[in-house]
């Protein structure tokens, strides 16, 4: 069993940055993708980016050229981090980091693999 916790969600102008941090620790060997996703509210969450042990690195259209998602891998624990730039208010809302085994491919309505409770992400018009 695998345990995820996201951290670093808070308010920003439209134009700045935030940066969200996943950590993933447990039996942690057999997870070969971590993703993230975005959930506004009354909406379903949405697929947004994700890193596979296969080498693919996917981003939704609407983030690409403004999101970048790195991984870091250590003996212990697997980490996933999102570098937003250029928020728009469209990016309001609720970001799940998502570890999983099997490399799949990630969709937006994706529902497989370990989930943490999500940070959230406020950006003001």
């Known amino acids: 069993q695998v345990y995820v916790e996201e951290s670093g969600g808070g308010l920003v102008q439209t134009g700045g940055s935030l940066t969200l941090s996943c950590l993933v620790v447990g039996d942690i060997l057999p997870v070969t993708a971590l993703g993230w996703f975005h959930q506004r509210p009354d909406q379903q969450r949405r697929f947004v980016a994700s890193v596979h042990t296969d080498g693919r690195i996917r981003y939704s259209n609407s983030v690409k050229g403004r999101f970048t998602v790195s991984r870091g891998d250590r003996q212990d624990a697997l980490s996933l981090t999102l570098q937003m730039d250029y928020l728009i208010p469209e990016d309001t809302g609720d970001y799940f980091c998502?570890?999983?085994?099997?490399?799949?491919?990630?969709?937006?309505?994706?529902?497989?693999?370990?989930w943490g409770q999500g940070t959230q992400v406020t950006v003001s018009a």
């Open positions: 998502n570890a999983d085994t099997g490399q799949p491919t990630y969709t937006d309505s994706y529902a497989f693999g370990s």
